[in-house]
């Protein structure tokens, strides 16, 4: 982390939140609500809400996921910390990889942070193949992220004839960045 005067550098993350069981847009937008809350961590953009297939494990109801993007002053492993914690918060169980879930929280990029570590790997390993995070965070990046073109290419093609799994279901009026959240 960079001090910039007496005050941390604050970074910009992108986080896939994704929901199976339950209430899944209201437990979406909990999740989203409790992160804006989160004093170290503000949501600056949120996607639309994406229903999809389930991946690996697929017998089990459709997703719903999404994106969004947050500038925080937390490091990446207390950030995932945190993320953690949100999700038991919200009734997260851990039974089955790739199983049934009230909420998946899934820290996705961190600036232009590189790392492998046990506990967390950046950029998400996994991103690139996933069609349920690309075209959620397709409608966050911004342009000027190394990745945007890239993502946008997969996602544009995930989405033209709906063959990966994946449908826009709902957008979100998404307040005023200086607003406070409601639900």
């Given at each position: ?33 409790l ?35 947050i ?45 492998d570590?046990e ?11 996933r ?37 826009l ?15």
């Amino acid at each position: 982390m960079q001090m910039v005067g007496q005050f941390e550098h604050k970074a910009e993350a992108y986080i896939a939140l994704g929901s199976n069981i339950g209430d899944r847009e209201e437990l979406l937008l909990e999740a989203i609500q409790l992160i804006d809350s989160d004093p170290d961590i503000r949501a600056l953009r949120v996607s639309g809400i994406y229903e999809t297939d389930p991946v690996g494990y697929t017998d089990q109801p459709a997703f719903l996921n999404m994106v969004i993007a947050i500038t925080t002053s937390l490091k990446p492993l207390k950030l995932l910390h945190t993320l953690l914690d949100f999700e038991g918060r919200l009734g997260r169980i851990r039974h089955e990889r790739w199983g049934p879930r009230t909420i998946d929280l899934d820290l996705l990029l961190y600036d232009n942070v590189r790392m492998d570590q046990e506990e967390l790997t950046l950029p998400h390993p996994r991103m690139m193949e996933r069609s349920f995070v690309l075209v959620p965070l397709h409608d966050v990046l911004m342009n000027s992220h190394p990745l945007h073109e890239g993502i946008a290419t997969t996602a544009a093609a995930a989405l033209q004839g709906g063959k990966e799994g994946i449908a826009l279901w709902k957008t979100i009026n998404w307040r005023n960045a200086s607003e406070p959240f409601e639900s």
